[in-house]
């Protein structure tokens, strides 16, 4: 399929097209002029247009999953800092989820994906909640199906992969490329990295120096500011949850890994409650308290909490500008949706 064909089908299916955040100045124009523990985000450089707006259709597609009501979307909402702000998230038959959705705003720079660290990428990632029970609730081969039966997204596909023989890998490759995209740039923070001694206020710093001096940088670090480490839940006093989850020792098996999790990013944070695996802590203030007893063993005096959390709130970036995508309709022949059924 010739190009132009490709952009008339995604600017028909689409109102509009995604935000390309390009960095034309280049990637030294977002280098840090301050020795800082914490990088400035680099901008989105996307290379493959048609293969995010797909990807895109994708992560709004509910015909996914088993009900045909829960898309990616659903659990990683992008109106809502990318998670669905619920302890733990709302799969199939309603049934209540295991733990904490993470935020897919800057997922792309974990080192791995879920709390566990179980999928070494975004499109290992993707494909886990398809074929969850407890999530979509669907297969990958009835998921392949839907999309085979639409020939708008035959087209795209061909456009995109060369074939119409749509597998589950195109998907979760599309999936991930568009993810690849949310990333959240050009916070207050970032701007005060590049040497705008403006950009943040007095307590803002105040809370910056005590994050730092108190050892949090030790975890939260890098361009997320987490998500690079696992480290135990509970380093000085345990932590109290009914969560069953073990963590990262559900991975690998061993005895050091119980109760290490993801470190969680810090970006965004404002957004993203409410907060910890098990979704058990509704405000950064609080989040903040708990933190320091439990893997640092200190008692914060509420001033040092207020700092920080104005600091941790001045991370937040430019959200990602994403128009809501127009999805093609089902045919005859399309997989039915099954929203009630339990078996």
Request: charge should be negative.
């Amino acid at each position: 399929m010739k190009k132009a064909t490709l952009a008339a089908i995604v600017s028909t299916m689409c109102l509009g097209t995604a935000v390309l955040v390009v960095n034309a100045m280049g990637n030294s124009s977002y280098q840090s002029v301050r020795n800082e523990p914490i990088q400035p985000i680099q901008p989105a450089e996307i290379t493959e247009p048609e293969k995010v707006e797909l990807g895109k259709m994708l992560f709004f597609e509910p015909r996914l999953s088993r009900s045909g009501f829960i898309s990616c979307n659903s659990c990683h909402n992008l109106s809502r800092g990318g998670t669905d702000n619920l302890p733990t998230s709302i799969g199939h038959n309603w049934q209540e989820g295991p733990i904490n959705s993470p935020t897919v705003l800057n997922s792309s720079l974990n080192l791995a994906q879920f709390w566990d660290g179980r999928a070494a990428t975004l499109a290992e990632q993707a494909a886990g909640p398809i074929d969850n029970p407890l999530e979509m609730a669907y297969t990958h081969t009835l998921a392949v199906e839907v999309l085979r039966s639409i020939p708008e997204y035959g087209d795209l596909f061909e456009a995109i992969y060369g074939t119409r023989d749509i597998t589950i890998d195109h998907v979760t490759d599309a999936i991930a490329v568009f993810e690849e995209t949310l990333v959240t740039p050009n916070s207050r923070f970032d701007q005060w990295l590049l040497g705008d001694d403006d950009a943040l206020t007095a307590q803002e710093l105040k809370g910056y120096k005590t994050f730092k001096e108190i050892g949090c940088a030790a975890c939260h670090y890098g361009e997320a500011v987490g998500g690079r480490d696992f480290h135990r839940m509970g380093l000085v006093q345990a932590y109290q949850t009914e969560n069953p989850s073990m963590g990262r020792y559900e991975v690998t098996g061993k005895d050091a890994d119980r109760f290490s999790f993801k470190v969680p990013t810090l970006r965004n944070v404002d957004k993203t409650y409410p907060y910890f695996h098990d979704g058990a802590v509704w405000t950064l203030e609080e989040a903040t308290d708990i933190m320091a007893k439990l893997q640092l063993g200190r008692e914060l005096p509420q001033e040092d909490i207020d700092n920080m959390v104005a600091f941790m709130k001045s991370l937040t970036g430019d959200q990602p500008q994403i128009t809501i995508p127009l999805l093609p309709p089902s045919r005859p022949s399309t997989p039915r949706p099954k929203p009630f059924d339990s078996e």
